[in-house]
């Protein structure tokens, strides 16, 4: 082997030349050790998903995608959204006291608990609208299903009521432990989400999850966790960076950090689409 | 770079179109799976990670803002937080055994010893790395994308991604050569 090129121009110029982009085909002799070493990255084995592989996740997406129907991300980000937010949040707790408390009676009259598992969707339009020309309509889901409470967190007595589920977004407001507080509605965090750690007071939070109840306190458990306002990079060792940090708290070299750079370096701001969705979500 | 065509699926996906959703898929999938690939060496975990990937896709994209950034780069990043997720949930750095490096589909049965000794080797190696320079040589190695493409995917000039690249290139040839010497020198100690 002759000597490693030393110059990252002179070395890109030589692998453009022995290892040309979108050609495949074989690579030529080849004497310079770094150049030898992208040969052999480049002659890694691939793996190619078969056919029947990816029909079978298409099959999934396409599920995902009904069930999750209509996104409402067409709404305002911040203050009308907040206001609809809170509204929703308000009634979905009402409704999840009504379907716990309801189910207990009907427990006690030794009703036989219905085998199939029925959903019950409720269409509210709040009675404030937050701007004129904005006629929203948002869709809370209380579906009865079997809970997964039991299997994903077993220190947490569930009701034996049918358990509703809910979706909430809005400002933290409070932390204890891996226990959060918006509107206050107690929100239970996975402790497992490498996220749960990184949330703060003040960051907006939108938890999906089931409702349970602690003694005489509705409590939501969040199998979905996203923080919609601030990325959270996830190193492969498991460390974790916030796009928000102060300017003396630079990001580790594997963090991409857009919004960091573009704070406090004047870089390049976040010009991907990305830059609001990050690694900042989380499902649980 | 299907830049036109995705702007316009992007729309109809973004309303959860399935049709919209599973083409879209399509267009990614195996790049994607190659990319998991190159980090995890494993058929199944590939196939359930790269499920993984796209479901948080959909689940994601009502909130994915186009600004003319390849949406490729967004998919690569929710790839790579899914291997992040991987390492950190099995507790161990991405090792590799010659069992692993072996279970592509793709490797033919013939396989030399020392080819896989080769592979076994730049596996460990590249797990040195930073997770970037993992991405450039992923991206203009195996996927055999341009520099100028390379750049644009990770927002970055090319002369970044040139430093980044030798700099990578350079720590592969010397642990490379460490480990290399270090087997010579065991397997002349026994032999």
Redesign the interface.
Known sequence: MNT??D???E??RR??EL??????GDIGPITD???D??R???E???????ES??SS??V???D???I??????HLPRWGGRHILLVSVAVVAFMVALWIIFDTDREDNRTRPIPTESPTTTLTMTPTTTPTPTLTPSLTVTVSITPSRIATLFPSITPTAAPVGTLVIEGPVEAIEGTTVVIYDILVQLDPQN?LTPTIQVGDLLHVEGEIGVIGDRIIVLAL?TVLVDVDVY?????ELFRDDAPCDTPPP??A?A?RWRARCEGG?PP????G????G?S?D | MATNTTSSLLERA?????DA??EL??LY??SI??Y???RI?D?TV??DL??EV???M??????????????E??LY?IAA?Q???Y??HHQR??QTSLNE?MG????PVEFNVQKQQ??HE??AA?TNL???QRTI??L???E????Q?TAYLL?KT??A???A??RA??Q??KL??TERSDLQSLSGEAS
């Open positions: 490693p090129t110059d990252p121009r070395l890109m692998l453009d290892i040309p982009s979108n050609q495949e050790p770094l150049i070493i992208a052999q990255i480049a890694l084995p691939r793996i190619t998903l078969s592989t990816v996740i298409e999934r997406l396409r995902a995608a009904v999750l129907g209509t996104p409402t991300s490498p979905v996830i190193g492969d060792s498991g070299a594997w991409p857009y390049q010009s991907d689409g990305m609001d969705e990050g690694m979500d499902d | 973004q309303r959860r179109e399935p959703v599973a898929y399509r999938v195996q799976a190659r998991i690939g190159y060496p058929v590939v196939e790269t499920a796209f479901l948080r959909v689940e994601s994209l009502p909130r994915y803002r186009a600004t003319g950034a390849p949406f780069a967004w990043r937080a291997v992040a997720n390492y950190r750095h991405p490096a592509s589909e793709s490797t080769e592979i730049l596996r590249l930073s997770d970037e040589l992923f203009r190695f195996v055999r994308k341009s520099h493409e927002g090319v002369e991604i040139a430093t690249q030798h290139l350079k592969l040839a490379l050569g």
